[in-house]
RNA sequence: GAGGGUGUAGCUCAGUAGGUUAGAGCGCCAGGUUGUGGCCCUGGAGGUCGUGGGUUCAAAUCCCAUCACUCUCCCCA
């Protein structure tokens, strides 16, 4: 084989294309209901904008970012997305849309790239559905949003999931906190994990988020970002609570969710899958109330999230949803010689123009071997014609289920195989 | 960037105290049926045993290197 596709980058074939059908369909169901736009963004914007809106220090930024410089003179700096939300905002001021309405609620649903290592659940170019409600500081607004995950979820036929909230704050009450979470780990230094012992200066309030075993222990009473709230952060993050249980959305408080966007205020979530493993976050968001402002627009709060399907997909072999009936055939034309091969192009245009699916030999083959064919791909009939049928203007009709066969004229056959519905 | 695992037919995998033409199941094709699918029977196509080198009379099998895939850590969707 002289060619494959590149490392973390992969098909998707007909055999699975079905499920990530049926799975679009229903986010796309779900977001009319709640009255959301779709918005088709560039998959390559200006690397400054990424730099910009999702924050330098980041991985994603740091080292995860496909860029490339382009033929310009002089030459511009461009990336493949790793992630939409910076491209959604920067759509948002440049199409003035906050001097159009008062509020925006856009959805996307695409591919997304980060060069990264791939594993279960993580590609270099991965799918991401994600939502952005632009311009309500509200609490409201994190219910419809994460609603919007739960409800995805459980249409999905998901139910092994966990909702996780936090509240990270306004940027002076996460610096302050920042300040007492260095102190604290200082002090313990000598307790955590090499790894957290190098992010405890750059990005200290992940080490909260580790997962070896000495960190939490190291970490259980560290202190906890809840108690560094100011007052409207603390009441903004109470109702958030309330009108989740007004939802009836289950949701645990996680003061140690932190999340690895730099735009972040106040509200943090994770929808958190049960069977993934390490990659088993399922829907990630929060408020950024900053973004808007920092990429140039006026001030805008939003919030929104991103959601992984290639998770999700995984997910749902995992608990055996998908969807149910598979697309059928009506008719397979069994046609045996080239007169009866020439009347079929014409018939199977015809019940198709009506609606029906229909598929035709196109290799010339035996009767025994469209026989087959029609059989394998589960057929409700074959419409079997030679030069008999073509003598009589008379098909024979095969029920491929019953067994059972009639002729049936030709100018009844669009009737018979798919009648009006 | 760090650490495990795995590479044999289209797919899932057998085959290692080195030994003739490398196997099975599934799938694919054809025949058994003159104009009728499935089930069954028979036959067929399909393999540089990941790649390169080494040891040996002889390597899928032993040694070295390398590549790919995969899982985990980091990080995230």
Redesign the pocket.
């Known amino acids: 084989?002289s060619y494959?596709?590149?490392?973390?980058f992969?098909d998707l074939l007909p055999e699975e294309t079905g499920k990530w059908l049926w799975m679009e369909r229903i986010i796309r169901d779900l977001m009319r209901r709640y009255c959301f736009g779709e918005l088709r963004l560039p998959f390559v914007e200006s690397t400054e904008l990424f730099a910009r809106g999702i924050g330098e220090g980041?991985?994603?930024v740091g080292k995860?970012m496909y860029t490339f410089l382009d033929r310009s003179d002089p030459p511009l700096s461009i990336a493949l997305r790793p992630?939409m939300t910076a491209g959604a905002a920067r759509a948002y001021v440049q199409h003035s849309i906050a001097q159009q309405q008062p509020i925006t609620k856009w959805y996307y649903v695409g591919p997304?790239f980060?060069y990264?290592?791939?594993?279960?659940?993580?590609?270099?170019q991965?799918?991401?559905f994600g939502v952005e409600l632009i311009n309500s500081d509200r609490p409201e607004a994190e219910a419809e949003v994460i609603g919007i995950g739960n409800d995805l979820l459980s249409e999905l036929g998901l139910s092994n999931y966990t909702l996780l909230i936090n509240s990270l704050g306004m940027p002076s009450e996460r610096a302050e906190f920042r300040e007492g979470l260095i102190d604290f780990l200082r002090q313990r230094s000598d307790r955590l994990s090499e790894?957290?012992r190098r992010?405890m200066e750059e990005?200290p309030l992940?080490?909260l988020?580790?997962?070896?075993e000495s960190d939490i222990q190291a970490t259980q009473d560290a202190p906890s970002i809840l108690d560094f709230l100011g007052d409207e952060s603390r009441e903004h993050f109470k109702r958030v609570q309330e009108l989740l249980g007004a939802a009836k959305v289950k949701y645990e408080i996680a003061p140690h969710l932190?999340?690895?966007?730099d735009y972040y205020t106040r509200t943090v979530f994770?929808f958190v899958g049960g069977d993934?493993?390490?990659?088993?976050?399922?829907?990630?968001?929060g408020r950024y109330d900053n973004l808007i402002e920092e990429v140039g627009g006026k001030p805008a709060p939003a919030i929104g999230?991103?959601?992984?399907?290639?998770?999700l997909i995984l997910s749902i072999e995992a608990a055996g949803s998908g969807p149910t009936t598979e697309p059928s055939i009506d008719a397979y034309i069994?046609a045996?010689d080239d007169q009866a091969r020439r009347w079929a192009v014409g018939a199977a245009t015809l019940l198709r123009c009506s609606g029906a699916n229909i598929e035709f030999d196109l290799l010339g083959?035996?009767?025994?071997?469209q026989?087959?064919?029609?059989?394998?791909k589960g057929a409700r009939n074959?419409i079997?014609?030679?030069?008999?049928?073509l003598a009589e203007n008379i098909a024979?009709v095969?029920?491929?289920?019953?067994?059972q066969?009639q002729g049936v004229p030709f100018e009844g056959l669009q009737e018979y195989i798919f009648p009006e519905r």
């Open positions: 084989m494959k596709s590149l490392k973390g992969r980041t991985d994603i995860e992630e997304a980060r990264e290592q791939p594993q279960a659940g993580r590609y270099r991965f799918y991401q790894d957290s992010r990005n992940r080490v988020d580790s997962k070896e932190v999340r690895g966007l994770e993934l493993g390490a990659q088993n976050t399922l829907i990630g968001g999230f991103g959601c992984g399907l290639d998770r069994v045996l083959r035996s009767m025994k071997a026989m087959r064919e029609a059989n394998r074959a079997i014609v030679g030069a008999n049928e024979q095969k029920n491929m289920a019953t067994n066969q």
